[in-house]
């Protein structure tokens, strides 16, 4: 290949990078980050460094979106990190991991297979409030004689928000 034709395409791709954007949410943890290494997650380990539009320049490691309030508990936040139901809805979906979120009771949000298909399941969820659960858009189903609370894959953000806003 020619420097000229090398320069072409290196111009084009350039170009490429240019004008597409693409925009995701990063949690990075930052600072003097060894002494709560151990409180990071130890099954991801991605240091990144960010270069801010206003010219800072951020180095530190990124923590996934599931991993985020486990983080914030471990080390004493004031205030626990609280995720949008669509970021928890994505995250348990992607991940396969189970996620909290507080609404009236703290309830646990879990990928769950069943009859051969992913469903999301609620576990933590009182027997009291059950028609409760069911208005806001969940459904039960009965398995091995016990009754298991699942949301809709369709609308899952939706009624996820419904039921942390009802704390």
Known sequence: ISVDVFREAWAAEVEEARTSHKRERLYLATGLLLPVWDKL????????????????????????????????????????QTLSADDIVQTVAATGRAMEFAGREKLTV??????????????????????????????????RYQTRLFVPIEGAASVIARLASSA
């Open 41 to 80: 997650p130890s099954d991801f380990v991605r240091v990144s460094r960010i270069s801010a539009a206003d010219g800072r320049s951020l180095l530190g490691r990124e923590v996934p979106v599931h991993c985020v309030p486990d983080l914030c508990r471990a080390l004493g936040l004031e205030r626990e």
């Open 110 to 143: 879990k990928r769950s297979l069943v009859n051969g298909s992913q469903r999301l399941e609620l576990t933590g969820w009182s027997a009291a409030r059950l028609d409760w659960y069911k208005a806001q858009g969940c459904f039960t189903e009965i398995i």
